[in-house]
Structures are given as C-alpha cells and as structure tokens.
Nanobody
C-alpha cells in the first residue's frame, strides 16, 4: 500500500556520523508508527528505534541509546535516523518500516523499505 525508500547509508570510520532518511509514497495515518531495524549478515533483524507519527514519542534500543536520534518531518513525510559515534558493531543493512503498533518486534510491521547499507570501519 505504501512504498518506503531509505537513503543516506554509506561507509564511514568509527566515531563518524550518518543520517538516514525514509521517504514514504503515502502520508501516514495519525496513529502510524515508523521504525528503524537493522540486520547484519548471519544475524536476526533487530530493533533500533521507533517514533509515533502523532506526537513524536520515541523508543530506542539500549545499544543505540544516547547515540542515535529518530525524528520525523511531517510536511515532507520523512523519518530520519541520526547516527552519531558510530561503532563497527553498527554495521548492518538498515530498514525503515511502518505499522500501527508501538512494538519492537519486526512482525508488527507490514510495510518495509528495501534497506540501505551502513558500514563502519574500525
């Protein structure tokens, strides 16, 4: 129903920053949740951060808390993930997703982007 496209990935050195963006083809409902997940080779997809479209309340994984910030631009229908102080263990494909539940489980999300690669070298 909605197409999500991630952008902003790349290859950086440890300690550097990146900002990911997720652009949607349709406006979200006021109750929509937008989230970021990541998946490293050979590992399960893991939760990174989510934000409630209406009101902007956010939730972060412990591994990124204090380093990453999720935000949204309502008029442009874009969700961002600002990633600071990147570590090699942050290396993964990052996916944005949209759903209706305030949930860290990827099964709660129906719409997914294709992902963008983030590589952090030591």
């Amino acid at each position: 129903q909605v197409q999500l496209v991630e952008s902003g990935g790349g290859s950086v050195q440890a300690g550097e920053s990146l900002r990911l963006a997720c652009t949607a083809s349709m406006r979200p409902y006021s109750r929509s949740i937008e989230a970021w997940f990541r998946q490293a080779p050979g590992k399960d997809r893991e939760f990174v951060a989510l934000i409630r479209w209406h009101g902007g309340s956010a939730l972060y994984a412990d591994s990124v808390k204090g380093r990453f910030t999720i935000s949204r631009d309502n008029p442009k229908n874009v969700v961002y993930l600002q990633m600071n102080s990147l570590k090699p263990e942050d290396t993964a494909v990052y996916y944005c997703a949209r759903g209706s539940q305030y949930d860290t489980n990827p099964r709660a999300y129906d719409d997914w982007g294709q992902g963008t690669q983030v590589t952090v070298a030591s």
